[in-house]
């Protein structure tokens, strides 16, 4: 056992950026316009901090990995909490208080994030999901004075921990079951005969299942996150549909391959379904949405349906469908942040965030206009795009999994998806302007957001660097779990 | 295996139930048995015996909920003081200076609060 | 060199998106030289093509997307065999047409043309992709310029239209992905000549008469095939000149292409089982699109309608499994690209003088329009498959070809050349002659060097395709030959 604690650096500097976050905050020297760069910086070099493991195999203690599927997310988590910061420095001058704790709070969240894709065992990962859940109910409703961010924030936190103790339970459950809490040790026990209390151990994972059905807002239990989305200031908004789904995910894929791959048999049609439902429902009550938040929100709960169609089919032999699905969270969140760097813009210029209110934005802010169209059509899966990659690799590693309907339901999903995508470039391109006025031009934001579209455009035409950085991960977290599948019947 | 450990708890269940049916009975048997006459006073809030001062419904002000935070923060560090008291000299060096770094972090929390103007009755 | 015409486009669409807005004015002499410059390239891989040499020539190929864990990868690749060569000079022609013919388009011509020539890349990219995922890709890649193209510079209920021919799309290339995916993953690759070389299909995901259906109905869309085409007639009525040349000259082959290329070529077997279906469904098409055609007023709906009618010829053609049916079909594809351009483009250029579509108010236009009569007339001839021009040969290969399979649908065929004899000609005696309503009376027929050019190349084309079309059948035996070596 290693208890080496400079595996950690990443995490030390970010906590020790997030006192100095709040430190800057408090002695209020530095211009808050300019507390989003530094912030930023902190979590750009978290990132690089992490890459020094990188091609390392190490872990600290039994309670967290610090191998390529880590990296991977280190630097995922890294670069959003960046664009995140980049994209609030406008917003958070202008329209919230408290700018310091903000960017503190912001950086302690990549923190839990970050060891939800370490944890190796439940308690840990508990703790982790925890650490980023109550940064962001605090984020979310950062705007005291605003009523619906209350609202939304409170929302949230209930939800939030109806689901924590949901997922508490099943984890109690579990260890009843296998008397561990160690990933391995579970697939260990799962592997062996189970005898009774097989029910038991199906009902925990349920519920697990279900708590972090919860966190990434999976349909039936998404009902928290339109409200949440909307009510939250712009970049939280991004940042929650980024990281929250991200981390959950990290989690969810290294939870389903390394502890429950033995019940794989039992869980695959159980997520599957939930897929179904999530794809579905999502994409389609998106269309009905008129504000460009509950839109963005619904979406992305259609994207969490692609990615747990992705995780039903993982299986026992390949990491085909866990690099797809690492390939594909890493797709979403550029074009994703995109989106809403773009809607931060345009909100900053003019307050509005509903959607007619984008109309004739071609005309007035070519730039934005364009670069939100092109995230939007990455997001409904276009060729060209990093979107139409992703999908179509998770899509294959779906039917290759024998889940073929699973992938029409998916491809048919991202057709409806394509409509309100469209509906939102109706309004910038096809419908007259209310003035002709130019809007400013916002040079960071701008240089931001030509990053992330070039980020879309290089994973949609030179996907390999991406994806093979996607199959280490994915590998990884199969070589633990590779020599259970052997005991698996 | 886990028929044994609920059985472990059927004593728990046991108790619970008898102590529901043990208070309601006294309670039933006090509804039964004693006098009831309503009088003024009796629907009066208790104040130590005087009569009571303003309305039945007072406002605490909101700083109190600001103290009590920053108490529970100092609270909880003396849970954590205790045990690990009690295991220092197993543990070693390292346990003093993870405690040093938690009250470090402890000490800037008050130190933030303070600043913010948390201690101040304004 | 393939990627090189594939790509121009999309570097002339570069240089038209950064133009400074004072130059808008000067997008169109790109989009010209980008257009024209692929027409050489595609006219000297024509003249290159080594008509003895291997099926797919000029291949372009690198790995694209490949995985370590599983025999899964996507590559790259282009190549041309002799199927798909025409229809690459076809688009390239029809393209600089389009160009010409939308020299002065009205609001925002720099976005107007930085689509077109998306469009053409796109284009260029089906016909060239040699593996299944860049055709796919491609083939969607159309949907961005088109939507644009229609619902911005677009007539009537444009933004409906564009929604409409989206979405009619889309949902077919749902199916069609799938398929595609199905077929992926019974061979292991994406690569058509891997698939090619493929045996019949036995235990796949999804049965092969299952795949084979999906592809069909992607492609059927885009054909269209009768019940599918509802799309069209408002898309090519609403869409401006030129999209409707492309849309009419190009986008369609794609759907036949795609049939001839995925799913006759790769599941041959399945095609031998559903020859008679999609024969029935092309007779249906032919005659259908052709009573159709018979009912408008609309002059444009009317070509639009008889261009359902004539792609049903394509399919007629596919139906009958062989050498002579398919040749036909391709043949087929490519003068009804040049033919109903021609017939668009003209359309175009009476309304932009009469500014009405409606046949009930247009009349006796000949002695006031002189040049656009003859041409117009010419067009007609050859879409009534005279003798001597395009339509008449390919037409006639179809109807040789699938008169020994399905008897009794080449006769349908054969109703509908009389059908579309009398829509074409019932036309034009109802526009051009006849007496002139006074409102026309003050017409003046100017007709600029942009008119005139594309017309006239477009005439020249179709003569020479109607008297000499050897060296074009020939090209496209030398590619049907090997489908047709995997049906028997």
């Known amino acids: 056992m290693r208890w080496d604690w400079s595996l950690l650096a990443p995490e030390y500097l970010l906590a020790g950026w997030a006192a100095l976050m709040a430190l800057l905050g408090l002695w209020g020297r530095l211009r808050a316009y300019w507390l989003g760069y530094v912030a930023a910086a902190g979590a750009l070099a978290s990132a690089a901090t992490s890459l020094i493991w990188l091609g390392d195999r190490t872990a600290f203690g039994d309670l967290l990995a610090v191998d390529h599927y880590t990296t991977f997310f280190r630097v995922t988590f890294g670069l959003i909490a960046a664009s995140v910061c980049l994209i609030s420095a406008g917003y958070v001058e202008r329209f919230l208080r408290h700018h310091g704790e903000y960017y503190a709070i912001l950086v302690v969240s990549v923190i839990g994030a970050t060891y939800m894709a370490a944890a190796q065992e439940l308690l840990s990962a508990y703790i982790a999901l925890e650490l980023l859940s109550f940064s962001l109910y605090v984020l979310a409703s950062y705007a005291k004075m605003d009523l619906r961010s209350n609202e939304g924030g409170l929302k949230y936190m209930l939800l939030g921990a109806f689901s924590s103790a949901l997922f508490l339970y099943g984890l109690g459950l579990i260890y009843a079951v296998t008397k561990t809490t160690h990933y391995q040790g579970i697939a260990e026990a799962l592997a062996g005969d189970l005898g009774g209390t097989k029910g038991l151990a199906l009902l925990g994972l349920s519920l697990i299942v279900v708590g972090l059905g919860f966190k990434v807002s999976a349909v039936p239990f998404h009902m928290w996150a339109p409200d949440a989305y909307e009510g939250a200031p712009l970049p939280v908004t991004a940042f929650i549909s980024a990281i929250s789904k991200a981390a959950g995910f990290a989690l969810f894929l290294k939870l389903m391959v390394q502890a429950f791959l033995p019940l794989h048999d039992d869980w695959s049609p159980l997520l599957a379904s939930l897929a179904t439902v999530t794809m579905l429902l999502g994409n389609l009550v998106a269309v009905h949405q008129r504000n460009i938040k509950r839109l963005l929100a619904y979406s992305s709960i259609g994207q969490v349906g692609y990615l747990l169609a992705g995780i039903a089919a993982l299986s026992p032999e390949t990491a085909n469908a866990a690099s797809a699905v690492l390939l594909h969270l890493a797709g979403y969140v550029i074009s994703n942040l995109a989106a809403f760097a773009c809607v931060t813009v345009y909100y900053n210029w003019t307050g509005k965030e509903d959607i007619y209110e984008y109309r004739g934005l071609a005309e007035r802010a070519p730039f934005v206009a364009l670069a939100l169209s092109i995230s939007l059509f990455s997001l409904a899966g276009m060729p060209l795009f990093a979107g139409f990659v992703t999908k179509f690799v998770l899509f294959q590693a779906i039917a290759e999994a024998d889940l073929l309907w699973l992938a029409a339901v998916a491809v048919f999903a991202s057709f409806v998806s394509l409509y309100y995508y469209l509906m939102v470039m109706r309004q910038m391109y096809l419908v007259e302007p209310e003035t002709r006025e130019r809007l400013g031009v916002a040079w960071p934001e701008y240089g931001l957001v030509a990053v992330l579209v070039v980020a879309i455009f290089v994973v949609g035409l030179g996907p390999q660097p991406l994806f093979n950085a996607a199959q280490e991960a994915a590998s990884l977290v199969y070589q633990g779990a590779a020599t259970f599948a052997a005991l698996s019947p | 295996m886990v028929a044994e450990l609920f059985q472990q708890y059927v004593g728990v269940v046991v108790a619970t139930v008898a102590g529901f049916v043990l208070v309601g009975a006294a309670l039933f048997a006090n509804r039964l048995l004693a006098p009831r006459q309503a009088t003024r006073a009796k629907g009066l809030t208790y104040e130590c015996g005087m009569l009571p001062i303003g309305r039945g419904r007072l406002q605490i002000h909101f700083r109190y909920y600001l103290f009590a935070i920053l108490f529970l923060v100092f609270d909880i560090e003396a849970v954590f003081l205790f045990p690990w008291a009690l295991s220092f000299l197993d543990v070693g060096a390292m346990a003093f200076y993870e405690m040093l770094l938690f009250i470090i972090a402890l000490g800037f929390g008050l130190y933030y609060a303070w600043r913010k103007g948390v201690l101040q009755w304004r | ?488």
């Open chain 3, 1 to 488: 060199m393939l990627s090189l015409l594939v790509f121009l486009p999309l570097a002339g669409t570069a240089l038209v998106a950064v133009l400074p807005r004072r130059w808008e004015g000067r997008a169109r002499w790109i989009a010209l030289g980008a257009s024209l410059g692929c027409l050489g390239i595609a006219l000297a891989l024509f003249a290159a093509y080594d008509r003895g040499g291997p099926q797919f020539q000029f291949v372009d190929r690198h790995v694209w997307l490949s995985s370590d864990v599983a025999p899964f990868s996507v590559q790259y690749a282009l190549g041309v065999d002799g199927l798909s060569l025409p229809l690459l000079v076809l688009t390239a022609f029809l393209t600089v047409v389009a160009v010409l013919i939308s020299w002065e388009i009205g609001p925002r011509p720099k976005e107007y043309f930085a689509w077109l020539l998306v469009l053409e890349s796109s284009l260029l990219g089906v016909f060239s992709s040699l593996d299944l995922v860049l055709f796919f890709l491609f083939f969607e890649l159309e949907l961005l310029p088109m939507y644009f193209l229609i619902s911005i510079w677009g007539t009537g209920r444009r933004i409906y239209s564009a929604w409409k021919y989206v979405f009619f799309t889309f949902f077919g290339s749902a199916f069609m992905l799938v398929g595609i995916l199905a077929l992926g993953l019974e061979a292991g690759t994406f690569d058509i000549r891997a698939l090619q070389e493929m045996g019949p299909i036995r235990q796949a995901v999804l049965p092969a008469p299952a795949i084979f259906a999906f592809l069909i109905i992607g492609f059927g869309i885009k054909l269209p095939v009768v019940p599918l085409h509802t799309w069209l007639p408002d898309a090519h009525t609403d869409a401006p000149t030129a999209v409707s040349v492309m849309l009419a000259g190009v986008l369609l082959k794609m759907g036949g292409y795609g049939i001839l290329r995925l799913c006759i070529s790769l599941l041959p077997e399945v095609a031998r089982d559903a020859s008679l279906w999609l024969g029935a469904f092309a007779g249906a098409t032919i005659l259908y699109g052709a009573l159709a055609t018979l009912m408008q007023r609309d002059l444009k709906r009317l070509i639009a309608y008889s261009s359902v009618s004539h792609m049903g010829y394509v399919l007629l053609g596919a139906s009958a499994l062989g050498t002579v049916g398919l040749v036909g079909a391709s043949m087929q594809m490519f003068t009804h690209g040049l033919i109903t351009g021609l017939l668009f483009v003209m359309v175009g250029l009476v309304y932009e003088r009469t500014h009405t579509r409606d046949i009930g108010e247009l009349g006796g236009l000949a002695a006031r329009l002189p040049y656009l009569t003859v041409v117009m007339v010419f067009a007609g001839l050859a879409s009534l498959g005279l003798p001597s021009l395009a339509g008449f040969v390919s037409e006639a290969t179809v109807f040789l070809g699938t008169f020994p399979r399905h008897q009794a649908l080449a006769v349908m065929g054969v109703l509908g050349v009389l059908l579309a004899a009398a829509y074409i000609l019932w036309m034009v005696q109802r526009v051009f002659w006849g007496e002139a309503a006074p409102r026309w009376q003050s017409l003046q027929e100017k007709v600029a060097w942009w008119e005139r050019v594309p017309t006239l190349a477009l005439m020249t084309v179709i003569l020479l395709v109607g008297v000499y079309p050897s060296p074009l059948m020939d090209l496209f035996e030398g590619g049907i030959i090997p489908i047709v070596e995997r049906l028997t």
